[in-house]
């Protein structure tokens, strides 16, 4: 344990007793190399104890929910055990640790004051963790189902919420669209052509990816968790495997690292520029979708000559690569995605050059500084609002530590002010892409993996990805099978950000707000 | 009415019906088409639009529990209204078809008696994107007509008749001569107005497939079989009939003045040249600009407005 982690130890333990009034136990988890500790709190000390590091600046990173079965798969119960539940609330101290408060709950009465009123980001996941754990956040001013549509009582249905009064209708969109998209369904509420409320309704892709990993090896559960969505495979094989290194003591080599850097940035470089294609889409611009649609299309083909796959799934494994990089797609990628990122600046700026394009963009669903820093935005959406939050910068992991990210950002917190963020952000990636292709280390991709893991260990990792920093939570059972596993993707912690954004825009711009923030679905329902 | 005279009107109207309905899915292809190039996209082929239209026609339309019969007998309504307008536009000859059953404002009427159709069929189906389809609708072309009537009035004053023939012939009279500012002030206004009508850039995106940002698929999101086919065929045959009107009360160059078989075929050839010129225009500017807001369009129609007054001010006052 270094001195620096004893100090702020002791300093974050001194925090907590002064706010509940008695001493707390402080922890260092893993090591100490990751910045984290951990706290047992009990049910009623949690509202106090994560007000005082609120007050250290400390942001919401995620509440995961977790049972007696988990700790049974990771052998700390025996079989026949009452199941406890328990809840995790993780907090992120600007310059300082990552602090988990674990709270045991009773066995037949599992709740716990909300934090909602206090922490309004983590709205979203108190009711998950009540739809599939039975977790009560006494206090939660909605709990309704989020991920279980159908709720055990059948006489209490899931209602929209809705505004009424004079000359307010209800406009319901989705789940099914006249385009193929993903499923969502929402809930507006307007007069004429402006949104007085919206409400969103997801969770139609929900399969139950979690819960599918639960007991499986290590080895199993990377391909499902990597699939939680289409689009950000490397960011989420990537905290994955950040974990379980974590867990088991693994140092990759440098190659694996340095490639992983690569691989992010590739894939925050082809959603960027797909999402501004989109926005283009958003107002019907064709000029731009089809343009940067091409661009995308030929990142894509560089992805797959690198790799083998287009959206570059299962190459990110713990312990390095599962496949080393292609020396033929690596040798003109340099060149090739420095001129992709030139087309790219051209086209973005001929697009703001335009009157009509640029008047559609400017002033339209402004996210607040305040709004973005109480919802936990996260990513462009954050960044754009003036938010300095990039995990690449703030808790570098790996080959993020030798890296140059440029730090970009916006205030104005409009469509305007996201597409800038997204357009100079895309520039800095193919920058690092291009500068990590002449200069990969030499080497082994991959090292075994030291060990397995101790049974009831939990490693929490993140990973800047294209829409914002997603973090995994993982604990281990025996013989280096999983316990329970959580991903909080950046989609998860934006969905209720779009949704309080929209309200005072015009019908017709929500396409356009939703696709400046650009979201998955499926890697929020997963 | 002379033998001759009924004689002519049977021969054009037969004309003008076969070639404006056989034409009108072609040009829709021809502006899909361009916009595809456009974007270096391939494209459909030539024939799409006359295949879409025979598969609806072969399905019984699926209607929604809340529709009733206005929903079933709306999309015939709207075409009816659609091709006897376009029997009173002239096309081939400076002549319209059916001459003196009915002048410019009784075509504006049926345009707006199409809208009313297709407007009271979405609402009928009780989809909330059909009603807002028909508000959003409505209220461009509320916004849209006194542009659209301005713009006629102007050659009207001019031709000193609202017979659209008798404005044609006057037209081809005076030739270049007509090309004055209050005439290419009243066509810029009547361009517009076409623009919105057919709900094509910066008023409408023809192929969107954001249902919030609808207008005119709005209405047509609930439409299927051959209620779809209808409606859609409707709509090509609409910017069919608008082209030929611009051309008559503007450029009508080209036209036959006399009923013989020569000059009429050769007038039919200008005719739908001029028809696909004004395709490609549209097409061009769906290529190159983004929609406007909702909220722009009384600006932008009310250009449209504007110019025409101003071609009418101009008219009546430096005759």
Known sequence: MSNVMATTMLSVGETLATAVGHPVAVSVAGGGAAGELVANVSPEDLTAATGALLGLGARHLMLVAYDGDSARRAGAAPAPAPTAPAVEEVLAVPDGPIVRFRVELPVGDPAYPSLTPLVPAAQWDEREAHDLYGIVPTGHPDLRPLVIHEPAAPAEPFRSFVAHGDGVYQLPVGPIHAGIIEPGHFRFSAVGESVLYLDARLFYTHRGLERLVEGRTLAEALPIVERACGVCTVTHATVFSQAVEQLTGTEPPPRALAARVLLAEMERLYNHVGDLGNICAGVGFNFGVSRLGWQKERLLRLNEALTGHRYLMGVVAPGGLRLDLDERGLLGLGPLVTEIEHEVRSTVRLLVRSDGFMNRLHGTGVLTREAALRLGALGVAARASGLEMDLRLDRPAGAYRDVYVPQVGASAGDVAARFHVRAQEASGSAAIVARLADSLPFGDASVPLAGDPKPGAVALAGAEGPRGASWLWLMAGVDGRVARVHLRSASFANWPVVASVVPGNLVPDFPLINKSFELCYACTDR | ?319
Do not use: C
């Open chain 2, 1 to 319: 009415m002379s033998g001759s005279d009924v004689a002519t009107t049977v021969f054009l109207t037969q004309l003008q019906l076969v070639t404006f309905l056989v034409f009108a899915p072609f040009l829709a292809a021809t502006i899909r088409i361009t916009k595809a190039r456009l974007q270096s996209r391939r494209g459909p082929g030539v024939l799409q639009p006359y295949r879409d239209l025979a598969k609806w026609w072969g399905k019984l339309p699926v209607e929604s529990n809340a529709s009733g019969p206005v929903a079933r007998y709306a999309p015939a309504f709207m075409l009816g209204a659609i091709v006897t307008a376009a029997l009173l536009v002239p096309g081939a000859a400076a002549r319209a078809p059916l001459a003196g059953w009915g002048d410019l404002l009784v075509v504006v009427g049926l345009f707006a008696t199409a809208r009313f159709a297709i407007a009271l069929a979405a609402l009928d189906s009780g989809s909330a994107f059909g009603g807002m389809g028909s508000s959003r609708d409505v209220a461009i072309s509320a916004l849209a007509e006194p542009g659209l009537v301005l713009a006629l009035a102007g050659v009207a004053v001019a031709a000193g008749s609202t017979d659209l023939g008798t404005i044609s012939a006057f037209g081809i009279i005076h030739g270049v001569g007509l090309l004055g500012p209050a005439h290419l002030l009243a066509a810029a206004a009547f361009g517009i107005v076409i623009i919105a009508e057919t709900g094509h850039y910066p008023v409408d995106n023809p192929e969107t497939h954001l249902e919030l940002t609808m207008v005119h698929e709005g209405m047509l999101l609930e439409a299927s079989g051959r209620s779809l086919a209808t409606l859609v065929f409707a709509s090509e045959l609409k910017l069919v009939v608008l082209a030929a009107l611009f051309s008559a009360a503007f450029f009508p160059f080209g036209a036959a003045t006399e009923m013989a078989p020569g000059p009429i075929a050769l007038g039919l050839v200008v005719g739908l040249g001029k028809m696909l010129v004004i395709g490609q225009g549209l097409a061009l500017i769906d290529a190159t600009i983004a929609k406007a807001r909702i909220m722009a369009m009384p600006d932008f129609l009310g250009l449209a407005s504007l110019l025409a007054l101003t071609g009418l001010g101009i008219r009546v006052l430096m005759p």
